[in-house]
């Protein structure tokens, strides 16, 4: 038997082929998704393509400040019951163009300072970059079991200048988001995913 | 306990009100639970703002949202109902429709003006601010903040390549010449008007380090690694570095060996501070430009925003006006309504109907008067009803009094014929009807010019010219005329009729048959005399009979020459006294006619024997009779009749000369209950003037008659409660009439 704690396995998988070219070009979906597994936890790197929609990146050339939020859960699956949940993190990335200085300033956690990019493509794809996010399960992960991550990027709506939202009260605000992305896979081996599922 | 159809109704209306009001609130409920639903996942919803704030939001929207569609589907059911209201008609629908059509189309053009207007100026509005002109002035704005950044930046870069080159051409980076270093950067920094301006080394290691004692921060920290690397690689850097209370424009340019530039000794960085004050300013300066151009992105959005509460504000405006049309046209036409449904009642006679209102307009002004109209009414129709009453109680006692004296009239045996005063019958009593023989339905209301033939009409009009020319109270005149062949004698009272002032109101005739008084009277006359003629005549008849008999025996031979006219004068004073004999004998009888003794007789037998026995004495004469059928019993005295029957026959034969016929017929007539006997003949006939006294005694229109047969038939007639009358026999010949009653 094999010893699966020194099992890495790197999965480059992307996802796309089921979509069109313009539905991929609107839709904003997780991709390159790359899992690091072992029984203490799983080690997860992945990216977001087309983030930011057209008007979204407009509203951030304008100057105001745009926040996505990455979901991330490891689950296991149970036959008949409901799937445990294991572990899940949420975290947030915010960028900003700075039109007195024109750089984009891109805030990776909360505490740390900004990383300014002069390129809107630079700073959007350092935001939607995301390496190795490890996530711990409360119990170590056996081989027995089939677990799943599951993935999603979402983008927080926008304020509306002038508190403008408390009259344009159905105006779109820029909400965006991906649908859940879900890996399945057992220490030692892993699963192919079954696409991008809801959750 | 039963209860009434019309509770019954109202039970079954309420219940079904108050199943559509649950229905209404379920479904409302219903709508505002799944919009809540359906908006809390609406991604302009969603996480936008605090959940508190949502269900304000939320539960304002809806709010709205159910009350417009309340307003609508009121507004359509009712204009549905008016549809069809107006379909079939119901009073008020029209007014109604022309009420919230004018509501409406008024609240339409106005509405709809004010909705245009609005738009005009909230995109006018829009449109100004987000003009150039503030585009500009916004972008000239940042262009400048912009320009400061980009400035100091380039300034410093300056500044740091000149000192650098001072340092390394006084070779100032040994550490013995420090002190020289210090002082040429705190000279330049001042002098430039630097907030900071530091060394480091190759090894990155702050040689030196001025500071402006305006820059907060004790110590100042270092510049980034990052950076220095950079320009330690031969870049001249400029970078913002934050601090305390401010921000810093570090400006980095390569310290380099003045024998050979390629070897860099350091770095020499030039700062400028930028104060919080300052930086706030330019903050401000950003923020705006961002909040502008971040809203000039929702241009359209917030243009079409506006638009959209300016058209649900003028769909309110249109919803209320039709609203208040309906309301007004509910003021108004449902009093109608209920007016017309009280004028029917009133009209079938429902006086206690009221309609209730609580209006003070108009309309309540007219309910309340006719409120007040109905009240009025009934009581008049009550005092009216109550004078009925009295009226009627009044009426009625007036027609008992009527029907007393009328049938007081018609009981009476005296007859009464009153003639208004333009001479027209007005009342006729039975009696009258009786006496003359006279129809009053044919005679009332009819002039009696009209009424009377020519030989009554002079006697009529003598006594109405008396009465007139008299001015008597009453003319009393006794008169004799003849009816259809009946002789009457009336006593008549004639009375003209005046009111209270003297005005004719025409007059009144009272009249007694006395035809059968004076009858009577005569008859008894007539039997006292012959009583009395029988008595003085008859005894002395005798003697002179026997007298003339004894001489005529004794003295007939003594006489020769005369012994003829002796015998011839003594045979007829024995016949003549023979005679006067008869005659007083007939006269005895008449007077003292014994009382009829009635037995039940077949008067067809009486009849067929008396006619067998004429038909046998006289051939010469044809003797018809016509038995009737089915003749019943009567109680009949068969010798009188037989003498009835004899001395009628005696009066045919004497009226026929030279044969002819006799016709007998006998008749019953069931409805009447009266058996007739009529004898007719062929004869000479009997004048007029004759038939008044016929039945008189000693009254003979024959000149060897005693005028004594038809009184004694007469008589008989009567003895038997019948009735004779004579009557002209057509083509000729008279025709003797008798009646008898039948048994019950």
Not at chain 1, 3 to 11: G, N, Y
Not at chain 2, 263 to 270: E, K, T
Not at chain 2, 647 to 664: Q, Y
Request: aromatic share 8%; charged share 25%; glycine share 6%.
């Amino acid at each position: 038997m094999r010893r699966v704690s020194t099992w890495l396995l790197l999965l480059s998988l992307t996802f796309g082929s089921g979509f069109s070219p313009a539905m991929a070009k609107e839709k904003a979906r997780i991709t390159d998704v790359t899992l690091v597994i072992d029984k203490g936890g799983v080690g997860i790197s992945f990216s977001v393509q087309h983030c930011f929609s057209p008007k979204i990146e407009e509203t951030i050339q304008s100057g105001v400040p745009v926040t996505v939020f990455f979901s991330v859960r490891l689950s296991q699956t149970k036959r008949l019951w409901r799937d445990r949940r294991l572990a899940s993190l949420r975290f947030a990335r915010r960028i900003h163009y700075d039109n007195l200085k024109k750089v984009y300033e891109v805030f990776l956690e909360d505490t740390s300072p900004a990383v300014v990019f002069e390129d809107f493509s630079e700073a959007s794809e350092s935001l939607a970059s995301v390496d190795n996010v490890r996530l711990i399960p409360r119990r170590p992960l056996t081989e027995q079991a089939t677990y799943y991550v599951s993935l999603k990027a979402e983008l927080d709506p926008v304020r509306l200048p002038f508190r403008l939202e408390s009259v344009l009260f159905f105006v779109w605000s820029g909400r965006r988001e991906t649908d859940w992305f879900v890996q399945r896979f057992r220490v030692g081996s892993f699963v192919l995913p079954k696409k991008e599922e809801t959750q | 306990m039963t209860q009434t159809p019309r509770r019954r109704s109202e039970d079954r209306h309420g219940s079904r009100k108050r199943r559509n009001e649950i229905l209404i609130i379920g479904f409302t409920a219903l709508i505002l639970a799944g919009l809540f639903v359906f908006e809390w996942h609406l991604p302009q919803v969603k996480g936008k703002l605090t959940t508190g704030r949502n269900i304000f939001y939320l539960s304002l929207i809806n709010l709205n949202v159910i009350l417009l569609l309340l307003m609508l589907f009121l507004i359509i059911r009712n204009l549905v109902k008016l549809v069809f209201e107006r379909k079939r008609k119901i009073l008020g629908s029209k007014l109604r429709t022309k009420l919230v059509t004018a509501f409406l189309g008024f609240s339409l053009v106005t509405a709809f003006v004010l909705f245009f207007v609005a738009v005009g100026l909230i995109t006018s509005a829009v449109e100004k601010w987000f003009s150039i002109q503030v585009e500009k002035s916004l972008e000239g704005s940042l262009e400048v903040a912009q320009t400061y950044y980009r400035d100091f930046a380039k300034n410093g870069i300056n500044h740091a390549v000149r000192m650098a080159g001072w340092v390394s051409e006084q070779d100032l980076m040994e550490p013995s010449r420090n002190d020289l270093l210090i002082q040429l950067l705190e000279k330049k920094r001042s002098e430039y008007g630097l907030g900071i301006v530091e060394v480091f080394s190759a090894d990155m290691e702050r040689l030196g380090c001025v500071t402006d004692k305006e820059v907060p921060g004790n110590p100042i920290p270092a510049a980034p690694i990052e950076v220095l690397q950079e320009c330690l690689g031969g870049k001249e850097v400029s970078k913002t570095q934050p601090l305390d209370r401010g921000e810093l424009i570090r400006s980095l340019a390569p310290i380099r060996e003045t024998k050979n530039p390629e070897v860099i000794l350091g770095v020499l960085s030039a700062s400028y501070f930028l104060p919080e004050k300052l930086m706030a300013k330019m903050g401000k300066i950003s923020q705006a430009y961002v909040d502008y151009t971040h809203a000039k992105m929702y241009k359209g959005t917030i243009k079409m925003n506006y638009l959209l509460y300016m058209l649900m504000v003028t769909l309110l405006i249109i919803f209320l006006a039709t609203w208040v049309g309906f309301y007004l046209a509910k003021g108004i036409t449902v009093p109608i309504q209920e007016l017309a449904e009280a004028t029917d009642k009133v009209a079938q006679g429902d006086l206690d109907f009221h309609i209730s209102t609580e209006s003070r307009d108009e309309i309540g002004t007219l309910v309340e008067a006719f409120n007040r109209m109905t009240h009025d009414l009934k009581v008049s129709t009550t005092e009216v009803e109550r004078k009925t009453l009295d009226l009627e109680g009044t009426n009625i006692e007036l027609f008992q009094r009527k029907k007393y004296m009328e049938i007081v009239l018609q009981k009476i045996a005296t007859g009464v014929i009153s003639l208004d005063r333009d001479g027209r019958v007005s009342t006729m009593n039975k009696s009258a009807e009786k006496i003359l023989d006279a129809n009053s339905e044919w005679v009332v209301g009819r002039h009696y010019r009209e009424i009377l033939g020519p030989e009554h009409l002079g006697m009529v009009k003598d006594l109405v010219k008396e009465v007139r020319d008299t001015r008597d109270e009453t003319v009393e005149k006794q008169i004799t005329i003849t009816i259809r062949d009946r002789a009457l004698t009336l006593l008549v009272h004639l009375n003209p009729l005046r009111d209270e002032e003297g005005h004719n109101m025409g007059m009144v005739a009272v009249f007694e048959d006395l035809t059968q008084l004076l009858k009577a009277q005569r008859m008894a006359a007539w039997r006292e005399v012959a009583r009395r003629i029988a008595h003085e005549i008859k005894n002395p008849l005798t003697p002179i009979q026997l007298s003339a008999e004894r001489l005529r025996r004794r003295y007939r031979d003594r006489f020769t020459d005369d012994a003829d006219v002796f015998d011839e004068c003594t045979k007829t004073i024995v016949r003549e006294a023979g005679g006067l004999k008869n005659m007083v004998n007939e006269f005895s009888n008449f007077a003292s006619m014994p009382a009829a003794n009635p037995v039940p007789s077949d008067l067809n037998d009486i009849v067929r024997e008396t006619v067998v026995l004429y038909q046998e004495a006289h051939k010469d004469i044809q003797f018809d009779f016509q038995s009737g059928m089915d003749l019943p019993i009567l109680d009949l005295d068969r010798d009188q009749m037989r003498r009835v029957m004899i001395n009628l026959f005696e009066n045919a034969i004497a009226a026929i000369d030279n044969g002819g016929d006799i016709r007998v017929q006998t008749d019953y007539d069931k409805e009447l209950s009266m058996v007739s006997l009529s004898v007719s003949d062929n004869g000479r006939g009997i004048p007029e003037e004759a038939k008044t006294r016929l039945f008189e005694p000693y009254f003979s229109t024959k000149k060897a008659g005693t005028g004594l047969g038809l009184a004694i038939v007469n008589n008989i007639v009567a003895d038997h409660s019948g009735y004779i009358r004579v009557r002209d026999n057509v083509p000729r010949g008279t025709r003797f009439i008798i009646e008898l009653p039948a048994k019950g």
